[in-house]
């Protein structure tokens, strides 16, 4: 995608500004209609699923243009200034929207809440500080009773019963490491109970994200108008801008590990890629992918293995039976494509499948990162893609395919463009179906359509890449 007889096209750019601005319109015009006292049954959530599909494939037609005709000859300032303008003004344009098919963010919120009052996110459930003939049963089914707020809680308890009343998942406590409660904290110093703050925290989180991307451009002699590849994509914008993820504190640490990768500065990737296992724990296992085959980079790997270790040791030392952390290694499954598969085969041979299929999934993805490690690629932009095949490996094998997930891949894609995550990003998307599926008669017979359309064209998209001899 990146031939360079390819001549800067300003026409495909300012083609392309058009698809966030209209991507922006209809979200904002959609939220209005997904407040929470809306029933699922009752939200326009075809028509959302059809415009985000539009949109997204749209985005992907473009993108694959846009790529291989913006090379290193493309100027950089007004156009750089465009790209930030459209999306920065995008991102401002969605703060004030409820966001679309997600509540994660009523979590966040409550344990920023928590942080923020010096208390200990990690030891209690939700469910404990809320009484509600909903929450009630849900704890019943669990094998659980309400008990009246831990001391020191009562407070907290009764200023956030709306917010706690509307957690996802109330009996299970928070999975969220310690660096993302600080930013759950921060935002709930900005709006207390409000969403605001949280979702000006994400936008912040998302310009860092972008401003060590250019640098990242920069440092590989690419073209700094590839950050429009995330700047303006369809998904990032709904997740992040109107949906307030909190993956969006993941971006900046991966973003900073490719620069300093691609700067060959191996130290500061290192303290990069450490805080981004203290968002996330994933990104502890394509570190091998990103160094060089020697001693020194084995003394590094164990030194980001520490200082991750370090960050996230608050919420090990409060891991319990009930914990989020806990119960997702453990059972969580949602939009999975191979993974049923793997656990229906499983299944004939022993009583525990799901933790085999695991078992398997971790194996393959180890098995790629130990291969990646042993070629010894000395070039910046192999070890970047011998990451990005690990996280994508990682995303289409496991038990979890939700789109924000994708967007794990945008700062490998914005200074490598690469097919099979371009589709992942564009496909990803499908997972809102699902919604509208549920409130179908009998949902359980379509199971297998959205777990298809989201990862099915990835996956056909990588053994293209595969089978094709691309020049270095």
Known sequence: MTGS??????????????????????????????????????????????????????????????????????????????????????????????????????????????????????????????????VDRLLATVGLAPTPPPKGYEGLARAGRETLLRVNNPHIATIYPPLAQLGFAAGHLLTPWQLTGWKIIVLVAEMLTFVLLLGALRAGQLPLSWSALYWWHPLALKEFANSAHMDALLLPFLAGALWMLIARRTRLMALFMAGAAAVKFWPLLIVPTLLRRSRAAIVIGIIVGLLALLLVLPQLVSASTDSGLTRYAADWQRNAFVFPGLVAAFGLVTTDPAALARLLVAAIVLGWVAWAWQRDRTAPLDRVRAASVAILLLILLGPTGYPWYALWLMPFVVVQPRLPVLVLLASAPAYYLDFWLQVRANPADWTWIVPLASAGPAWLALAAESGVRRPA
Request: hydrophobic share 55%; glycine share 8%.
């Open 5 to 134: 007889s390819a001549r800067f096209a300003p026409g495909i750019l300012i083609g392309g500004a058009l698809l966030p601005i209209a991507t922006t319109m209809f979200l904002a015009a959609m939220a209005p209609r997904f407040v929470w006292n809306i029933r699922l049954g009752d939200r326009p959530i075809l028509a959302f699923a059809i415009g985000m599909a539009i949109a997204s494939i749209a985005f992907l037609a473009w993108a694959l243009r846009f790529a291989s005709t913006h090379t290193r000859r493309a100027p950089a300032g007004r156009t750089l200034g465009m790209i930030l303008a459209v999306g920065l003004i995008a991102r401002i344009m969605l703060i004030p929207s409820t966001p679309i098919l997600e509540d994660d963010f009523y979590r966040y919120q409550w344990d920023g809440a928590v942080t923020a009052a010096g208390q200990n996110p990690f030891r209690h459930p939700p469910a404990r500080f809320v009484t509600a003939p909903g």
